[in-house]
Each structure stands twice: as structure tokens, then as C-alpha cells.
């Protein structure tokens, strides 16, 4: 076994005992620390900084050095997967990720490869490999990937999209070709997800960001169906300890008893329901993990402490429970506010 110097994030991902509530923060390596800015800077572009595996490690590491986070996050993109599978990803500026060459026919689908991780995601690998040297046991490693559903949205569309046409077409017009498309994506990120734990992440994270856009009914077939099935490819245990998965949803709220029945260890929030209904709802099947609005950190300290204990006071105890912002945090945010939230949520019930 891995010996951690600090694994409280893990055992609160398995519903173990924990001393507190352990916090890590989506998006903590970002735009809203200044010496990410001037890193990426160094790098050139977004992308570059992403295939570079030492800066992305420099940049993962950045706010562990500033805030005692309970994990770091590995420094990636969810689109990593669908340009390896050959869409050609950019960033435009001020429009966000955009392909090259998006996905228009079941021909495009039939063509798309599995890219192999150790080969076209290669830097990614390396840069696992690199976080954990330089974490040196101090705390856990996570891993991620974007859900078959999000990623096919960016694949379709070609683009970030309001409304998701293209890819509601193609789900009303043509299910089969959606099925295809998406069945050929979880195996692109199955096998990713096992290379990374294979490298060295101690978790995983599926970032299911417009699962939320779809009918309950289309929720379960063309995105939980497919997170499902990943789930169960993932080696649960690594380096002689459990490998916990997290899944979220953004917009899931309302299919939180699904979501705990797919075969995660737990479900991430976003901050559209109240944490003590859903751990009502989901009982004892799985940890929770959230669900701050991100936007408290625009005011003043004594407002993100005063959010942050309405969060931990809806939980019913630390075990079970991982505190997290409902979503990313924002490029504009004060770094004095995150060490406010970090401070406030490790005193809280602390001894």
C-alpha cells in the first residue's frame, strides 16, 4: 500500500472515519491564481500548457502551495480524449475550445480510433506519473475524464453549445448513429481512465457537465448508461488500496437515486439542491461530495464562512462527505477567499 501522509479524502470517499471534512476544490490549478496566469504565459497557449507534463505538473501543484487542499487534482482538459481521437482541438480566444474536423455522419463515427494512452495521450500519462513523484505521498492524486455524453456534445457541435442542436438532432433523428458514437467514446475514455490509475491516480473523477441538458429518459440511456459501464472497466484497486470513483453530474439533482445506483463510491453536487436532502436520498450507498455556489466567493469573508457552515451543517456527519465548490471556480475569484473557505471548513467541528 501507498502510504499517504494525509488520506482522508479517500477514506471520506468510502464512507470511513475521518478526524474532518476534507476539501479539494474543482479548478483549483486556474485562472484566478496569479501564478497560473504566469505560467501559462511560459507556455504559450492553453493547450501547450496542458501537453507540457512538467509545466502541467508546476500548475497542479500551485495551489497546494498556497491552501492545505486535502488533494490535488491532476491539470488537464476533458477534450484531450476527442483530439486524440483525431478532431483537431483548439482554443479560439474569447470563444472557448472549438474541432477542426467535428463529427457529421455515422461514417465520421465509424472512422473515429480508440487512441491509445500511452501513445497519443502519452504527455498526460507523464504528467500523472511526474504529480505523484512530486506529491511524494503528501496527499492524493485525481484523476478525471469527461462523460461519453459531454464529450459527444463537443463533438457534434464542434464547439461549446447553449442549446446542443446538432446533438439533439442526431439523438431524435438518428439514436443508433448516437449510440454508435457514444459507445465508440466510453471506450476511449475506459481505457484512458485505466491508464491513469495505472500511472498513479489514487481516484477518478467523471465530469458529467451537460448530462443535465437531457430528458430523465434520455439521462439514462445516452449518458448514465455509458458512465455506467465505465464504472465497472475501472480497476477498483491500485497499489493495495481502493480506488474511489466520483461521478457528477451538473444539472442532475433530480437523479441523484440513478446516479447512486451506477456504481460509483460518490456523487458529485452542484449547488441546485440542498446537501441534507440529497444525503437523505441516497442514504448510506455513496459519499457526497459539494456543493458551494461558487459565486460566495465573490463577497466578503464573513459571507463564505457563514455559506460554507450552512453546506457542513446540512450534512449530517464528516463521514461521507467531501466539501467541494458545486462547480469550477471562477476565473475571477480573490485567492484571499479560497484560503477563507479552506480555513473555515477545516476548523469546522475540528478535535
Keep these: 500500500m501507498t502510504e499517504l501522509a494525509n488520506d482522508r479524502?479517500?477514506?471520506?470517499?468510502?464512507?470511513?472515519?475521518?478526524?474532518?471534512?476534507?476539501?479539494?476544490?474543482m479548478r483549483q490549478a486556474g485562472r484566478y491564481l496569479p501564478e497560473y496566469r504566469a505560467t501559462r504565459a511560459r507556455a504559450g497557449s492553453f493547450l501547450d500548457l496542458c501537453q507540457n507534463p512538467e509545466l502541467a505538473c508546476e500548475v497542479t501543484m500551485q495551489p497546494l502551495a498556497r491552501f492545505p487542499l486535502d488533494a490535488a487534482i491532476l491539470f488537464s482538459d476533458i477534450l484531450t480524449v476527442p483530439d486524440a481521437m483525431g478532431l483537431g482541438l483548439f482554443f479560439e480566444a474569447g470563444e472557448g475550445p472549438r474541432f477542426r474536423d467535428p463529427v457529421?455522419?455515422?461514417?465520421?463515427?465509424?472512422r473515429l480510433p480508440i487512441p491509445d494512452p500511452e501513445q497519443e495521450l502519452r504527455y498526460v500519462m507523464d504528467a500523472?506519473?511526474?504529480?505523484?513523484?512530486?506529491?511524494?505521498?503528501?496527499v492524493p492524486l485525481i484523476g478525471f475524464a469527461g462523460s461519453p455524453w459531454t464529450l459527444a456534445t463537443y463533438?457534434?457541435?464542434?464547439?461549446?453549445?447553449r442549446d446542443f442542436a446538432e446533438t439533439k438532432r442526431v439523438l431524435y433523428g438518428d439514436p443508433q448513429a448516437m449510440h454508435a458514437l457514444l459507445q465508440k467514446v466510453s471506450a476511449a475514455v475506459s481505457v484512458y481512465l485505466q491508464a491513469q490509475v495505472r500511472a498513479g491516480a489514487q481516484?477518478?473523477?467523471?465530469?458529467?457537465?451537460?448530462?443535465?441538458?437531457?430528458?430523465?429518459r434520455h439521462y439514462r440511456e445516452f449518458s448514465l448508461a455509458y458512465m455506467q459501464r465505465i464504472i465497472a472497466e475501472l480497476p477498483r484497486e491500485h497499489e493495495g488500496r481502493r480506488v474511489p470513483v466520483i461521478l457528477f453530474t451538473k444539472g442532475g439533482g433530480a437523479w441523484l437515486?440513478?446516479?447512486?445506483?451506477?456504481?460509483?463510491?460518490?456523487?458529485?453536487l452542484d449547488w441546485t439542491i440542498e446537501i441534507a436532502e440529497a444525503a437523505q436520498r441516497v442514504g448510506d450507498r455513496v459519499a457526497l461530495q459539494g456543493?458551494?455556489?461558487?459565486?460566495?466567493?465573490?463577497?466578503?469573508?464573513?459571507?463564505?464562512?457563514?455559506?460554507?457552515?450552512?453546506?457542513?451543517d446540512g450534512f449530517p456527519h464528516a463521514t461521507g462527505h467531501v466539501f467541494?465548490?458545486?462547480?469550477?471556480?471562477?476565473?475571477g475569484i480573490e485567492p484571499e477567499r479560497v484560503a477563507t473557505l479552506v480555513e473555515t471548513v477545516q476548523s469546522y467541528r475540528a478535535g
Design 9 to 25: 479524502f479517500l477514506r471520506a470517499l468510502l464512507r470511513e472515519p475521518v478526524d474532518r471534512t476534507p476539501i479539494w476544490i
Design 104 to 110: 457529421r455522419s455515422l461514417a465520421d463515427i465509424e
Design 128 to 138: 500523472v506519473r511526474l504529480i505523484r513523484r512530486e506529491l511524494n505521498g503528501s
Design 155 to 161: 463533438m457534434i457541435e464542434g464547439a461549446g453549445s
Design 203 to 216: 481516484a477518478v473523477m467523471i465530469f458529467d457537465t451537460w448530462g443535465g441538458s437531457l430528458t430523465p
Design 257 to 268: 437515486e440513478w446516479q447512486a445506483d451506477a456504481g460509483a463510491d460518490a456523487l458529485g
Design 291 to 312: 456543493n458551494l455556489d461558487p459565486s460566495v466567493l465573490y463577497a466578503g469573508d464573513d459571507v463564505v464562512r457563514a455559506e460554507a457552515r450552512r453546506v457542513l
Design 324 to 331: 467541494n465548490l458545486g462547480h469550477g471556480i471562477h476565473p
